[in-house]
């Protein structure tokens, strides 16, 4: 070994000095590169990872976007896939070494079971759910487009809009479009002042549809004058089908024109201006998932509903044969609610006109909740002509606009709310009959024969009431459990009104029955007819007694519990009318008896009904549906 070292070295001082400087100069280069390598692995490293942390906040700022910005496909739904205009070489590699590795490690995961996810309680499921929106008071038309110009200066602020309005072509609105297209230049000038220079769209267009028996695109597309609105709205044929296809309407305008969300990334408002609560509430819950998952919000201008009652009463006027009709025309009005909370009991003793034209404070309940869900406003621009009631305590007393299926749900684990329901339902099945007052009595025969046949509605009145009674009963237990003040009033106020008109027809009946059996003289000579009237003091028997106070114990409670409201004015009614009877005696000319069997007996009322009759002016041959 020492031998070969040794001749290295020979070999060594015999190579020219050249050579000798390169070895050397190939050693230290050898040193300083094994150096440079051991000094940059960090920095490689450092390097790196700020690519790494680079990309991965390029991908957070991504999913930080909102949902309808990252649409780039003509798919009719909100998604987070890319546009097809980024699509890669089929060639050329599309995932990078960093993302592989990412999704490498993210498959290592362990991700819990299905079995361990908590589902939510039942106490859950029928919490008060917020819904966006409300219903607003302005005061009829002019108040209702003050309002609207706020909510589209609003919408213009945030992004430019499409504004769809909508008009019911029913002949009942026609005053109303008319209002609304002679506030149209103010409304669009006040605008105005927020419109953006610079070319491309302008920030607010506008389209006008009207809806009826069918739906019609009055502007093929939308336009940016106001005289071409304002020409859209009184070229509307009216619609004279009675039908009003509302929620068809807003499906088919929502589609046709969704590519202002998905494409030019536009706000959409539709504005439907209606008084009457739609013919296909069925399509509800399918508009409601459509508008909502788009972003396009509804808006109403529309009527209150009359208190818990499906129809209400519009005053029409028209022509016919050169001769001018005016009548209170019925039309599908309300109810504000889902369910019917309201008895269809009749109240005995005069005229109760305005008890059936009384505000509800809110819109019909399809039309109020899909503005609610959708972002929107419903806004009454009418009451009617009934009594009407303080918003801030009708706020207290707001319809429950949760979907159908909490309602359901709701309902189900309450007696006294299914027995409210019900029992409304009953009534509006059944005709209540009212009873005969007055009675002939020339002689005991007549007297007999006339309170034989008045009390032959009364059984049939009396069997529904105690139906109903019956159905009340069994929510009592669950009364003390339900918290909404609708619910409670809705459910005295049944409870009491049943009872009491129960004690009238139980009393009625007895007081025929006595009179029957017994027929009372005359005090007076030449009175030839009984009355009954009501009385304050209960003389029948214990079961009517108790009837009675039960009766004014419930209604009581309406009274003082829910004061302000329509169910205090009903409940206050019907304690006004006595819940006893006491005859009265009195004389009328009537015609003479016959002899004649063949011959039927004119009774009073069939002459007065003929009387009335013949003083009426003619009747129109056809009446229009609105």
């Given at each position: 070994?020492?031998?070969?070292?040794?001749?290295y070295?020979?070999?060594?001082?015999?190579?020219?000095?050249?050579?000798?400087?390169?070895?050397?100069?190939?050693?230290?280069?050898?040193?300083?590169?094994?150096?440079?390598?051991?000094?940059?692995?960090?920095?490689?490293?450092?390097?790196?990872?700020?690519?790494?942390?680079?990309?991965?906040?390029?991908?957070?700022l991504?999913?930080?976007a909102?949902?309808?910005?990252?649409?780039?496909?003509?798919?009719?739904?909100?998604?987070?896939?890319?546009?097809?205009?980024?699509?890669?070489?089929?060639?050329?590699?599309?995932?990078d070494?960093?993302?592989?590795?990412?999704?490498?490690?993210?498959?290592?995961?362990?991700?819990?079971?299905?079995?361990?996810?908590?589902?939510?309680?039942?106490?859950?499921?029928?919490?008060?759910?917020?819904?966006?929106?409300?219903?607003?008071?302005?005061?009829?038309?002019?108040?209702?487009?003050?309002?609207?110009?706020f909510?589209?200066?609003?919408?213009?602020?945030?992004?430019?809009?499409?504004?769809?309005?909508?008009?019911?072509?029913?002949?009942?609105?026609?005053?109303?479009?008319?209002?609304?297209?002679?506030?149209f230049?103010?409304?669009?000038?006040?605008?105005?002042?927020?419109?953006?220079?610079?070319?491309?769209?302008?920030?607010?267009?506008?389209?006008?549809?009207?809806?009826?028996?069918?739906?019609?695109?009055?502007?093929?597309?939308?336009?940016?004058?106001?005289?071409?609105?304002?020409?859209?709205?009184?070229?509307?044929?009216?619609?004279?089908?009675?039908?009003?296809?509302?929620?068809?309407?807003?499906?088919?305008v929502?589609?046709?024109?969704?590519?202002?969300?998905?494409?030019?990334?536009?706000?959409?408002?539709?504005?439907?201006?209606?008084?009457?609560?739609?013919?296909?509430?069925?399509?509800?819950?399918?508009?409601?998932?459509?508008?909502?998952?788009?972003?396009?919000?509804?808006?109403?201008?529309?009527?209150?509903?009359?208190?818990?009652?499906e129809?209400?009463?519009?005053?029409?006027?028209?022509?016919?044969?050169?001769?001018?009709?005016?009548?209170?025309?019925?039309?599908?009005?309300?109810?504000?609610?889902?369910?019917?909370?309201?008895?269809?009991?009749?109240?005995?003793?005069?005229?109760?006109?305005?008890?059936?034209?009384?505000?509800?404070?809110?819109?019909?309940?399809?039309?109020?909740?899909?503005c609610?869900?959708?972002?929107?406003?419903?806004?009454?621009?009418?009451?009617?002509?009934?009594?009407r009631?303080?918003?801030?305590?009708?706020?207290?007393?707001?319809?429950?606009?949760?979907?159908?299926?909490?309602?359901?749900?709701?309902?189900?684990?309450n007696?006294?709310?299914?027995?409210?329901?019900?029992?409304?339902?009953?009534?509006?099945?059944?005709?209540?009959?009212?009873?005969?007052?007055?009675?002939?009595?020339?002689?005991?025969?007549?007297?007999?024969?006339?309170?034989?046949?008045?009390?032959?509605?009364?059984?049939v009145?009396?069997?529904?009431?105690?139906?109903?009674?019956?159905?009340?009963?069994?929510?009592?237990?669950?009364?003390?459990?339900?918290?909404?003040?609708?619910?409670?009033?809705?459910?005295?106020?049944?409870?009491?009104?049943?009872?009491?008109?129960?004690?009238?027809?139980?009393?009625?009946?007895?007081?025929?029955?006595?009179?029957?059996?017994?027929?009372?003289?005359?005090?007076?000579?030449?009175?030839?007819?009984?009355?009954?009237?009501?009385?304050?003091?209960?003389?029948?028997?214990?079961?009517?007694?108790?009837?009675?106070?039960?009766?004014?114990?419930?209604?009581?409670?309406?009274i003082?519990?829910?004061?302000?409201?329509?169910?205090?004015m009903?409940?206050d009614?019907?304690?006004?009318?006595?819940?006893?009877?006491?005859?009265?005696?009195?004389?009328?000319?009537?015609?003479?008896?016959?002899?004649?069997?063949?011959?039927?007996?004119?009774?009073?009322?069939?002459?007065?009904?003929?009387?009335?009759?013949?003083?009426?002016?003619?009747?129109?041959?056809?009446?229009?549906?609105?």
């Amino acid at each position: 070994m020492i031998g070969r070292t040794t001749q290295y070295m020979d070999q060594l001082r015999d190579a020219p000095a050249w050579a000798i400087s390169l070895a050397v100069h190939a050693v230290i280069l050898m040193l300083m590169a094994s150096i440079t390598y051991v000094v940059q692995g960090p920095e490689n490293d450092l390097l790196l990872s700020s690519t790494i942390d680079q990309e991965l906040d390029e991908k957070q700022l991504l999913f930080d976007a909102t949902v309808s910005d990252q649409v780039g496909t003509n798919a009719n739904f909100d998604t987070l896939s890319a546009s097809l205009s980024v699509t890669q070489d089929p060639t050329i590699e599309t995932q990078d070494p960093v993302d592989e590795k990412l999704q490498e490690e993210l498959l290592d995961v362990n991700v819990p079971t299905s079995e361990m996810v908590a589902k939510p309680s039942d106490s859950e499921l029928v919490e008060t759910v917020e819904v966006a929106g409300q219903t607003e008071h302005t005061g009829g038309v002019q108040g209702s487009m003050d309002r609207l110009t706020f909510e589209i200066a609003s919408s213009l602020s945030d992004k430019p809009t499409l504004v769809v309005w909508m008009f019911d072509a029913s002949n009942s609105l026609n005053e109303r479009r008319e209002a609304i297209a002679q506030r149209f230049e103010t409304v669009y000038k006040q605008l105005g002042m927020l419109e953006r220079e610079g070319k491309g769209r302008p920030p607010l267009e506008t389209a006008v549809v009207s809806f009826g028996e069918k739906t019609k695109f009055i502007t093929e597309k939308p336009v940016q004058d106001v005289k071409d609105l304002v020409k859209a709205v009184r070229e509307i044929q009216p619609d004279e089908s009675g039908l009003e296809y509302t929620f068809d309407a807003v499906d088919q305008v929502s589609k046709r024109w969704q590519n202002y969300r998905t494409k030019l990334r536009r706000n959409v408002m539709l504005i439907l201006v209606t008084d009457e609560r739609g013919d296909d509430p069925e399509k509800l819950e399918q508009v409601i998932a459509f508008n909502k998952r788009f972003g396009i919000r509804v808006f109403c201008v529309g009527n209150s509903s009359p208190f818990g009652l499906e129809k209400g009463l519009i005053p029409y006027t028209w022509e016919e044969d050169g001769k001018s009709f005016t009548m209170d025309l019925p039309a599908d009005m309300g109810p504000e609610t889902f369910y019917p909370e309201r008895l269809q009991l009749a109240f005995w003793g005069g005229q109760n006109r305005q008890l059936d034209r009384m505000s509800a404070s809110y819109g019909p309940y399809a039309l109020t909740r899909l503005c609610a869900e959708t972002g929107g406003l419903y806004l009454v621009s009418e009451e009617g002509d009934g009594p009407r009631f303080d918003h801030s305590v009708m706020r207290n007393y707001a319809p429950d606009y949760r979907p159908i299926r909490l309602l359901d749900l709701d309902v189900k684990q309450n007696q006294a709310k299914q027995a409210v329901i019900m029992a409304a339902q009953l009534s509006r099945v059944n005709t209540i009959p009212l009873p005969t007052l007055v009675f002939r009595a020339d002689t005991d025969a007549v007297l007999r024969q006339e309170l034989t046949e008045a009390q032959k509605p009364l059984a049939v009145l009396d069997y529904q009431l105690v139906e109903m009674m019956s159905i009340l009963e069994k929510g009592i237990k669950d009364r003390e459990k339900v918290g909404e003040p609708r619910w409670r009033a809705s459910y005295d106020l049944s409870v009491g009104r049943v009872l009491a008109m129960r004690a009238r027809s139980l009393g009625y009946n007895e007081m025929a029955a006595e009179m029957k059996s017994s027929p009372k003289p005359f005090t007076q000579k030449g009175n030839n007819h009984w009355r009954l009237v009501p009385s304050n003091q209960v003389s029948s028997g214990a079961t009517v007694r108790k009837l009675a106070a039960q009766a004014d114990e419930y209604l009581t409670r309406v009274i003082n519990e829910h004061p302000g409201t329509p169910w205090e004015m009903l409940a206050d009614r019907e304690r006004q009318q006595p819940l006893g009877w006491e005859w009265q005696e009195f004389q009328r000319d009537v015609p003479p008896l016959s002899n004649d069997p063949n011959q039927p007996m004119l009774l009073l009322a069939e002459e007065e009904r003929r009387r009335q009759m013949a003083n009426q002016p003619p009747a129109p041959k056809k009446i229009p549906k609105l």
